[in-house]
């Protein structure tokens, strides 16, 4: 009988983690460049096998009955969002692989697709609350003012045809790598500059997110989680109520 608190629990537990990531999914519904994620889970002596052997990958059977659920991995979506025009000078979007990179003010480097770009005090291409927008050269990108033109390569025009800057388009071997933070915004190392990127001025990316999919997902979340709680209070009445009348015996 006490084998069903850990299934209800361990099922508890996943829906409620699986309901955060769909909610995190449908609060950034709007939020240019995001990506879509999804949670995966799988039964804990799947996880043991997957962590006990060697560098040699000789596994130990140790059973096949499961108890518990445990995190297996949140993946994300990197599925091209639609461009959306918006008429803005300082916005860009990305068609195709690759993120653009923006230097924070501790001199790290964050990458993002969202293109919703502004001038900070200085003049320089920023990415609001974040930093500065980084060139081909990895460098920032001065413009002074948001009279410009651009092209389907980034680079940036004053309006007598200037050349001021090129946007740096950056992507990574393997995108799995990259951490997820939130906004939009990814970190990771080993990037790679793209040569001939595709970039629409006066464009955002809209969010990947699919909302009828993940207002299906979250239903189906919230009644697996509170069958379950029933389910759990089913238990503890049994259990009770086995406890009491064999300590009378």
Same mark, same amino acid.
């Given at each position: 009988?006490?084998?069903?608190?850990?299934?209800?629990?361990?099922?508890?537990?996943?829906?409620?983690?699986?309901?955060?990531?769909?909610?995190?999914?449908?609060?950034?519904?709007?939020?240019?460049?995001?990506?879509?994620?999804?949670?995966?889970?799988?039964?804990?002596?799947?996880?043991?096998?997957?962590?006990?052997?060697?560098?040699?990958?000789?596994?130990?059977?140790?059973?096949?009955?499961?108890?518990?659920?445990?995190?297996?991995?949140?993946?994300?979506?990197?599925?091209?969002?639609?461009?959306?025009?918006?008429?803005?000078?300082?916005?860009?979007?990305?068609?195709?692989?690759?993120?653009?990179?923006?230097?924070?003010?501790?001199?790290?480097?964050?990458?993002?697709?969202?293109?919703?770009?502004?001038?900070?005090?200085?003049?320089?291409?920023?990415?609001?609350?974040?930093?500065?927008?980084?060139?081909?050269?990895?460098?920032?990108?001065? #413009?002074?003012?948001?009279?410009?033109? /651009?092209?389907?390569?980034? +680079?940036?025009? @004053?309006?007598?045809?200037?050349? =001021? $800057?090129?946007?740096?388009?950056?992507?990574?071997?393997?995108?799995?790598?990259?951490?997820?933070?939130?906004?939009?915004?990814?970190?990771?190392?080993?990037?790679?500059?793209?040569?001939?990127?595709?970039?629409?001025?006066?464009?955002?990316?809209?969010?990947?997110?699919?909302?009828?999919?993940?207002?299906?997902?979250?239903?189906?979340?919230?009644?697996? #989680?509170?069958?379950?709680?029933?389910? /759990?209070?089913?238990?503890? +009445?049994?259990? @009770?109520?086995?406890?009491?009348? =064999? $300590?009378?015996?």
């Amino acid at each position: 009988m006490y084998k069903g608190f850990y299934n209800l629990t361990s099922g508890m537990l996943t829906q409620q983690r699986n309901l955060n990531v769909v909610s995190n999914n449908l609060v950034n519904i709007s939020t240019a460049g995001f990506k879509e994620e999804r949670y995966t889970a799988s039964t804990f002596d799947e996880v043991l096998f997957n962590r006990v052997g060697n560098k040699r990958k000789d596994y130990t059977g140790i059973g096949n009955i499961s108890y518990i659920r445990a995190t297996s991995e949140i993946y994300t979506n990197y599925d091209q969002g639609i461009p959306e025009p918006t008429g803005i000078p300082l916005d860009f979007a990305i068609e195709g692989d690759g993120f653009f990179a923006v230097q924070t003010e501790n001199n790290g480097t964050i990458y993002t697709r969202a293109g919703s770009f502004s001038l900070d005090d200085d003049g320089y291409l920023c990415f609001p609350g974040h930093g500065r927008v980084l060139g081909r050269d990895s460098q920032p990108i001065r #413009l002074s003012t948001d009279k410009i033109e /651009a092209d389907n390569w980034g +680079q940036i025009y @004053t309006e007598t045809g200037v050349l =001021v $800057g090129q946007l740096g388009v950056f992507t990574f071997e393997d995108n799995g790598a990259l951490e997820h933070e939130d906004e939009g915004i990814f970190t990771g190392e080993n990037a790679t500059l793209v040569e001939r990127p595709t970039i629409h001025w006066k464009y955002l990316e809209r969010s990947n997110v699919d909302m009828v999919r993940q207002m299906t997902e979250m239903l189906t979340c919230q009644r697996a #989680l509170q069958s379950a709680a029933q389910a /759990a209070k089913i238990y503890d +009445q049994l259990m @009770t109520k086995a406890t009491t009348d =064999v $300590g009378r015996l």
